[in-house]
């Protein structure tokens, strides 16, 4: 019996790591989830709202170091895309306080939307985010097109956006 366990494991191990493989190279998109959420000033959203637009999902935290020194890009990002459509929503994480949160937004003087996902409703809807920064780009028609774990490559960013926002509907 013991002399199966180990070629049984190989093959449990090796099958996990080609699925990962599959996956992460998979140029296959998914569908957002259709969350509802309150901003922290107590506005009610949900991503239908924004169908037809592009929406930046970041996900981020008060104690983040690569959170906080993408900031000023972000801001930048908005400016320069919100007049043509692209809904940013920055999602604080549940360990974050909406003290901390507004006191931040107040700092970085963040223009984009941001709710406090205190029960981690939307980072589970998010495939269970729970590493900072994280983000996911969705394209007008709601299918994810892009996720990046830890800082923006912003140009790589820009050019994403831009053939999106170029894309027919």
């Excluded at 998914?30 to 509802?36: E, G, N, T, Y």
């Excluded at 890009?73 to 999602?91: F, P, S, T």
């Amino acid at each position: 019996m013991t002399s199966l366990k180990k070629p049984l494991l190989f093959v449990i191990i090796l099958s996990g790591l080609l699925f990962a493989i599959t996956w992460v190279k998979s140029n296959n998109t998914q569908p957002a989830p259709d969350i509802s959420f309150s901003d922290v000033d107590g506005k009610q959203h949900s991503l239908s709202n924004y169908a037809n637009q592009p929406i930046l999902m970041i996900f981020w935290a008060t104690d983040c170091p690569g959170c906080v020194q993408e900031m000023p890009e972000l801001n930048a990002l908005y400016r320069d895309y919100a007049d043509k459509g692209l809904a940013m929503i920055g999602v604080a994480m549940s360990h974050d306080t909406p003290e901390h949160i507004n006191a931040m937004r107040q700092q970085r003087q963040l223009p984009y939307t941001l709710t406090w996902d205190q029960n981690d409703e939307i980072a589970t809807a998010f495939n269970r985010v729970r590493v900072t920064p994280t983000h996911f780009l969705i394209a007008p028609n709601g299918e994810i097109v892009m996720r990046k774990i830890g800082t923006l490559n912003f140009e790589h960013l820009r050019e994403k956006i831009d053939s999106i926002l170029l894309a027919p509907a």
